[in-house]
């Protein structure tokens, strides 16, 4: 049981290149996410996915795309990476969640990318 | 909108000391609160989670509280160790946004134990 993985792990991108950064998970979690740490402001919520075909925009979402295809798997999209897309992203995922119950969010190791 | 914060921002104790770390929410509406452990360059590891209901939960050395009304929670680590040396992060479930289970995180306190 791997729990979540993302690859890459470390990306040096040139401004205006493309990539995807690919999230999965063995825990037959229903929702997945895709965060962005940067220093000082604490993780925050590009986009997520509540079930398989499904996708939302969280707290800052623009410049990237995203698709889940698979229940497994969340793939995150920069289609022209820009200097302020230099972050280190984290991949989550979790039950379904309802407004009587609670579950944990399981993170990824991460994937640092430097936009140059 | 909700805002979460941490304080101090960073803290540097000697081996064996009882400490405790600040987590503060604006707005009350909340589901749950979780603590997490994030290790040097690795991703992130749920320590406690406390439903809104709940006053603490507790793990081996550490405990964890929330005052839901007063936008409060602590995370109490006793008998400190090197091992702790981490950083600790909050978060939030708001009560709005459906059920998302959507979090809110704080910036962390950067924890050293010294030996």
């Known amino acids: 049981n791997a729990g979540v993985t993302q690859t890459p792990k470390f990306r040096v991108l040139k401004t205006g290149q493309s990539m995807t950064l690919l999230c999965a998970q063995d825990m037959n979690h229903e929702y997945m996410y895709w965060y962005r740490q940067d220093p000082g402001m604490g993780l925050r919520l590009i986009h997520y996915?509540?079930?398989?075909?499904?996708?939302a925009k969280g707290e800052v979402p623009d410049g990237y795309n995203v698709s889940r295809l698979k229940k497994q798997n969340f793939l995150l999209g920069l289609e022209s990476a820009a200097p302020s897309q230099t972050s280190v992203y984290f991949c989550?995922?979790?039950?379904?969640?309802?407004?009587?119950?609670?579950?944990?969010?399981?993170f990824g190791p991460g994937t640092r990318l430097t936009v140059t | 909108k909700q805002e979460v914060t941490q304080i101090p921002a960073a803290l540097s104790v000697p081996e064996g000391e009882n400490l405790v770390l600040n987590c503060s929410f604006t707005?009350?509406?909340?589901?749950?609160l979780q603590w997490f452990r994030q290790d040097p360059g690795k991703g992130l590891t749920s320590l406690l989670l406390?439903?809104?209901?709940?006053r603490e939960q507790t793990s081996g050395r550490l405990n964890a509280s929330l005052d839901k009304s007063s936008g409060r929670s602590t995370l109490y680590i006793a008998a400190s160790q090197p091992g702790d040396s981490a950083t600790y992060l909050c978060a939030v479930r708001p009560n709005y946004g459906g059920a998302t289970n959507k979090l809110i995180f704080g910036t962390g306190t950067l924890l050293a134990v010294q030996p």
């Open positions: 707005d009350s509406a909340i589901y749950n």
């Open positions: 996915s509540v079930g398989e075909g499904t996708t």
């Open positions: 406390i439903q809104s209901s709940q």
């Open positions: 989550a995922s979790s039950y379904a969640a309802s407004r009587g119950s609670s579950y944990e969010q399981y």
